[in-house]
């Protein structure tokens, strides 16, 4: 069964930081670009970054840009969002998906809560 | 961007009846690159349409999906109660910085 799993999210403080990781099963994980989509409270889906299969191309948001890096370790088959420098903006469900169609994000997970609160 | 708007924000329909739920671009999407999302609170968002038309693994012949340019729609017939839920449209523009949007959501309620 294909299956994304996140983890990570937490209550953070303004300026703080934290990683997020999503654990991928019942596909080649390398072969997929995977993504960082998120839903604040009260608001719709918002794109944040993705990662191409071997991990070299990248992009982000503007919202995020320069405070968030993706990664992934395709031998484990996880992929990482680091965060630095949270605002409260930043508050949101944090799901993990594939991009296993053109421009389209096929396998989604359950998602983890981030709370960014003083 | 591209800016994606839905319409209606809600939508209060019964079992058995059709909905039609709307997807305006600020700019004209790619065909290929238009696709409907079913989100319910707790659960992984679903994939139901991509490539504009296309239905998605294990989604019912009762969604489909239409449209070109900047107004796309996905219609479901025959609604089942699992079928209430927020729907997401998305786009994706694969210029020099590639870019995916989503609209703002529509509420699909009983």
């Known amino acids: 069964e294909v299956q994304l799993l996140e983890s990570g999210g937490g209550l953070r403080q303004p300026g703080g930081s934290l990683r997020l990781s999503c654990i991928a099963s019942g596909f080649t994980f390398s072969s997929n670009t995977m993504a960082w989509v998120r839903r604040a409270p009260g608001k719709g889906l918002d794109w944040v970054s993705n990662?191409?299969?071997?991990?070299?191309?990248?992009y982000y948001s503007d919202s995020v840009k320069g405070r968030c890096i993706i990664s992934r370790d395709n031998s484990n088959s996880i992929m990482y969002l680091q965060m630095i420098g949270l605002r409260t903006e930043d508050t949101a469900i944090y799901y993990c998906?594939?991009?296993?169609?053109?421009?389209?994000?096929?396998?989604w997970g359950q998602g983890t809560t981030v709370t960014v609160s003083a | 961007d591209i800016v994606l708007t839905q319409s209606p924000g809600t939508l209060s329909l019964s079992p058995g009846e059709r909905a039609t739920l709307s997807c305006r671009a600020s700019q004209s999407v790619s065909s290929n690159y238009l696709a409907w999302y079913q989100a319910k609170p707790g659960q992984a968002p679903r994939l139901v349409i991509y490539a504009t038309s296309s239905r998605a693994t294990g989604i019912p012949d009762r969604f489909s999906g239409s449209g070109s340019g900047t107004d796309f729609t996905l219609t479901i017939n025959r609604l089942e109660p699992e079928d209430f839920a927020v729907y997401y449209c998305q786009q994706f523009g694969d210029g020099n910085s590639p870019r995916y949007s989503f609209g703002q959501g529509t509420k699909l309620e009983i």
């Open positions: 990662l191409g299969g071997s991990g070299d191309v990248k």
């Open positions: 998906a594939r991009i296993g169609l053109p421009g389209t994000f096929d396998i």
